[in-house]
């Protein structure tokens, strides 16, 4: 389900840190080659370029590619290079200080990684800020938004397949009820959605469908405009259906009103070692346009050629 595009000979560690360092000698930095190595090595071997670069250079290559690059390049780049739970950490930080749509970008951590990436972007999390996620998230929100993100970043969930089919019987009715109430935080419902495995909620979620007719999230639709059902309806389609979720966010960031760079930025650098072909194939089934088209059309430069790297485009 990956897209990246790895070739079947990688040059050494060492060779591939030397290339880099090229890539920045001069007056000018030689982007293509950046692209064409940090573009196509899979997590593992970009964490052995950093820790072989900083041994043999005596620089963090994360520093350098910030002083090298710029803009929505610089960013793409930087968020690829970083270890996948350092990023995660990365970008929650970031999250935490901004405003309230920001959340979102918290539930996708929380309920698109496993049970263990999940530890290890918040063990990333002390390492980087000295802090943990949980009281970050806990000082920057207050309400109902608080209620419901300290215990997703916190949450440990179970991991495996096995589902509880009277359980998820009792609480699609318990859901039910409260939905009804309009009681959209109240304990149970964070409960559920806070602690149980994501094939224990899907269970529910498809009990729920069954039994009352209708998709959770259109009940969580009675109004458009509250931030809070929107975050309760991202962390319901984050913990099902990731990649659709993921679709969704990349067809609003490419829009008629402009592109949103941040969102695409993240989506790609977070899920081309993931599910991007899935994401990709649900793209264009919504939007009756090739995913790699899109993004050629709507940004360029070296941005463009890094993004249609990460995703694949003109790989067989």
């Known amino acids: 389900m990956s897209t990246l595009c790895v070739p079947s000979q990688v040059p050494s560690v060492a060779e591939d840190c ?9 007056w000018g930095t030689n982007e293509d080659l950046i692209i064409s190595i940090l573009g196509h090595r ?21 520093k350098v590619l910030d002083k090298e690059l710029s803009s929505n390049f610089e960013r793409v780049v930087k968020l690829w290079t970083l270890d996948p739970a350092e990023r995660d950490a990365f970008l929650a930080n970031e999250a935490t200080k901004k405003s309230t749509s920001s959340n979102q970008i918290l539930v996708e951590i929380a309920c698109t990684r496993s049970p263990k990436e999940l530890l290890l972007a918040r063990e990333a999390y002390h390492a980087c800020f000295k802090r943990s996620l949980e009281e970050d998230v806990a000082y920057h929100t207050s309400g109902d938004f608080r209620k419901l ?9 179970y991991g495996g397949n096995d ?7 009792t609480e699609a009715k318990l859901l039910n009820t409260k939905i009804s109430e309009k009681a959209y ?7 559920i959605l806070t602690t149980r495995s994501k094939a224990q909620i899907n269970a529910t979620l498809n009990q729920y469908k069954n039994d009352f007719g209708t998709d959770i999230n259109k009940n ?28 969704k966010v990349i067809c609003l960031s490419i829009n008629k009103l402009g592109t949103e760079e941040g969102a695409l930025t993240r ?14 194939d649900l793209y264009e089934k919504r939007n009756s346009v090739p995913l790699d088209q899109a993004i ?20 067989a």
């Open 163 to 169: 589902v509880n089919l009277t359980l998820a019987k």
């Open 149 to 157: 993100l300290v215990p997703l970043v916190s949450s440990y969930r």
């Open 18 to 26: 030397e290339q880099l360092r090229k890539a920045f000698a001069g």
């Open 296 to 315: 050629a059309k709507d940004t360029s430069g070296d941005y463009e050629k890094m993004l249609l790297a990460l995703i694949g485009h003109g790989e």
């Open 267 to 280: 989506v790609v650098a977070t899920r081309a070692e993931v599910d991007m072909k899935v994401i990709k």
């Open 220 to 247: 969580l639709k009675t109004d458009p405009k509250d931030e809070f059902l929107t975050l309760l309806r991202a962390t319901i389609k984050c913990l099902v259906c990731p990649e659709k979720y993921f679709a």
């Open 42 to 62: 899979n997590a593992s071997q970009r964490k052995l370029i950093r820790q072989v670069y900083a041994e043999t250079y005596g620089e963090d290559l994360l």
């Open 185 to 191: 935080s109240c304990e149970d419902v964070i409960r």
